[in-house]
T-cell receptor, first 114, second 114 residues
Framework: GENVEQHPSTLSVQEGDSAVIKCTYS??????FPWYKQELGKRPQLIID?????GEKKDQRIAVTLNKTAKHFSLHITETQPEDSAVYFC?????????????FGPGTSLSVIP | DAGVIQSPRHEVTEMGQEVTLRCKPI?????LFWYRQTMMRGLELLIY????????DSGMPEDRFSAKMPNASFSTLKIQPSEPRDSAVYFC????????????FGQGTRLTVV
């Protein structure tokens, strides 16, 4: 089945710096790649997503890039703030083995140090 | 809509007891997912339903786990008998089919088996 890997598992940055989280997927037919943010003690929530027909998408301080050839995609957070501290999950969807189910990566715990 | 509603929010039970977790998906959503979250294993997909029909239960860890969806507005996840290693946060999520769709999570049930 689909396998999603995510790196790093933990990340600490100074407030104002950028943070980058990378994910790889195994099913070349996957065509939708969402990112979820989970604050401590809360539920995961979608923050941004990208479809296979585009290479980059931006929403204010966050952006996602996709390289379908290499089967990897990345989340970029610029000008990080303490409220960005959370666990971030990437996911792949729509492939031959995960046509209609969201398979999450293992997560990255981001800490933004004031 | 109030979103995905799970109950109870917290459950403490003794080993060997039966545990039932409940979920009410968002009205109109046709997919329902049960996830288990632990520090060691992240977000694991246990089972998911489409139009009340179980599609993939390959993530259910053992026969002690079972899930039902008797109608479009209710699902249960049952563990019988429960064991300490079942302690985790269990999330229910629902979504609406399309080429790409967002999974909306409930608040989760924190299960502790002592």
């Amino acid at each position: 089945g689909e396998n999603v890997e995510q790196h790093p598992s933990t990340l600490s940055v100074q407030e104002g710096d950028s943070a980058v989280i990378k994910c790889t997927y195994s099913d070349s037919a996957s065509n939708y790649f969402p990112w979820y943010k989970q604050e401590l003690g809360k539920r995961p929530q979608l923050i941004i997503d990208i479809r296979s027909n585009v290479g980059e998408k931006k929403d204010q301080r966050i952006a996602v890039t996709l390289n379908k050839t290499a089967k990897h995609f990345s989340l970029h957070i610029t000008e990080t703030q303490p409220e960005d501290s959370a666990v971030y999950f990437c996911a792949a969807f729509g492939g031959k083995t995960s046509y209609d189910k969201v398979i999450f990566g293992p997560g990255t715990s981001l800490s933004v140090i004031p | 809509d109030a979103g995905v509603i799970q109950s109870p929010r917290h459950e403490v039970t003794e080993m060997g007891q039966e545990v039932t977790l409940r979920c009410k998906p968002i009205s109109g959503h046709d997919y329902l997912f049960w996830y288990r979250q632990t520090m060691m294993r992240g977000l694991e997909l246990l089972i998911y339903f489409n139009n009340n029909v179980p599609i993939d239960d390959s993530g259910m860890p053992e026969d002690r786990f079972s899930a039902k969806m008797p109608n479009a507005s209710f699902s249960t996840l049952k563990i019988q008998p429960s064991e300490p290693r079942d302690s985790a946060v269990y999330f229910c999520a629902s979504s609406l089919q399309g080429n790409y769709f967002e999974a909306f999570f409930g608040q989760g049930t924190r299960l502790t088996v002592v």
